[in-house]
């Protein structure tokens, strides 16, 4: 069986799919590399360290569902990095994801109302699952939070 060069994923049946075609002509994922909506990876906090740093060293902003932690002038480009910590304290795997994706696009929603040069860490609290959050309530919740830190900080 003789496999395509074009794409190392299709086989000879995928090759004539209409349905394969199409998919990798609008998926984002395949055309730009990342999906459209989500945080690029140099926007992300990933090492531990980091994270300990700005529950260290960094300002806490609390709110009824969530508590924020922002360690200004962490980085040396202008972009502000995000982290999100719910715990299985939380609920199950399914809360944690939803609440997870709730932040995800608040913040992706409001990047230009962070702080530049700046580590920001979100920590949802324990009655975080409990309360049916949706993207409403959590943009109610966060974004005070956004402005008080943004004119603590003269930006």
């Known amino acids: 069986?003789?496999?395509?060069?074009?794409?190392?994923?299709?086989?000879?049946?995928?090759?004539?799919?209409?349905?394969?075609?199409?998919?990798?002509?609008?998926?984002?994922?395949?055309?730009?590399?990342?999906?459209?909506?989500?945080?690029?990876?140099?926007?992300?906090?990933?090492?531990?360290?980091?994270?300990?740093?700005?529950?260290?060293?960094?300002?806490?902003?609390?709110?009824?569902?969530?508590?924020?932690?922002?360690?200004?002038?962490?980085?040396?480009d202008a972009k502000t990095r995000l982290g999100l910590a719910v715990s299985r304290k939380v609920g199950k795997a399914v809360v944690r994801n939803r609440i997870k994706r709730l932040l995800r696009e608040f913040f992706r929603l409001h990047a230009n109302a962070l702080p530049a040069r700046a580590d920001l860490v979100a920590v949802a609290k324990k009655n975080a699952g409990s309360d049916g959050l949706n993207l409403e309530r959590v943009k109610m919740e966060l974004w005070p939070l956004l402005r008080r830190i943004a004119r603590n900080r003269g930006v």
């Open 1 to 76: 069986m003789r496999r395509s060069t074009s794409t190392p994923w299709a086989g000879p049946a995928e090759e004539n799919c209409a349905h394969a075609a199409h998919y990798r002509d609008t998926c984002s994922f395949h055309s730009q590399g990342t999906p459209e909506h989500s945080v690029p990876q140099p926007e992300k906090l990933r090492r531990r360290a980091d994270f300990l740093a700005c529950y260290d060293r960094g300002s806490r902003h609390y709110s009824e569902h969530f508590l924020v932690f922002l360690l200004a002038g962490a980085t040396d």
